[in-house]
């Protein structure tokens, strides 16, 4: 199992509190500082079963840099989206916590850790 965190924030650092109280092992992915590739982004948005639209943090001041709110949502524009998440890491949703079982969960509320400690 993976979590993929920012330390300021407090959905991160609640997610790992309740990792940790659970007796979870897990390795912690910084991913301000050890950025995703775009593959990598791919292959944890199959994982979720979601697009990149659904875990971009469009209120994120560089997603109105972007205009990001006016992008299409949809297969030709999914590259772009991808992209835009790889170069801007700050517009992932966190935390995104990848579990053994192939499948991951955007782990900000108790339900969503717990469903991924459930999945291993």
Same mark, same amino acid.
């Given at each position: 199992?993976?979590?993929? =965190?920012?330390?300021?924030?407090?959905?991160? %650092?609640?997610? &790992?509190?309740?990792? !940790?109280?659970?007796?979870?092992?897990?390795? &912690?992915? %910084?991913?301000?500082?050890?950025?995703?590739?775009?593959?990598?982004?791919?292959?944890?948005?199959?994982?979720?079963?979601?697009?990149?639209?659904? =875990?971009?943090?469009?209120?994120?001041?560089?997603?109105?840099?972007?205009?990001?709110?006016?992008?299409?949502?949809?297969?030709?524009?999914?590259?772009?989206? &991808?992209?835009?998440?790889?170069?801007?890491?700050?517009? =992932?949703?966190?935390? =995104?916590?990848?579990? !053994?079982?192939?499948?991951? &969960?955007?782990?900000?509320?108790?339900?969503?850790?717990?469903?991924?400690?459930?999945?291993?």
């Amino acid at each position: 199992m993976e979590i993929w =965190i920012n330390p300021a924030c407090s959905k991160c %650092r609640s997610a &790992v509190d309740l990792l !940790d109280a659970e007796g979870a092992e897990y390795t &912690v992915r %910084r991913y301000l500082e050890d950025v995703p590739t775009e593959d990598e982004i791919r292959a944890v948005l199959e994982r979720l079963g979601l697009e990149p639209w659904d =875990i971009t943090r469009t209120g994120e001041a560089v997603a109105k840099e972007l205009g990001i709110a006016g992008w299409p949502k949809d297969a030709a524009s999914r590259d772009r989206w &991808v992209a835009a998440l790889s170069e801007h890491p700050k517009l =992932i949703q966190r935390p =995104i916590i990848t579990a !053994d079982d192939g499948s991951a &969960v955007v782990g900000r509320s108790e339900e969503a850790v717990r469903d991924a400690l459930g999945r291993g």
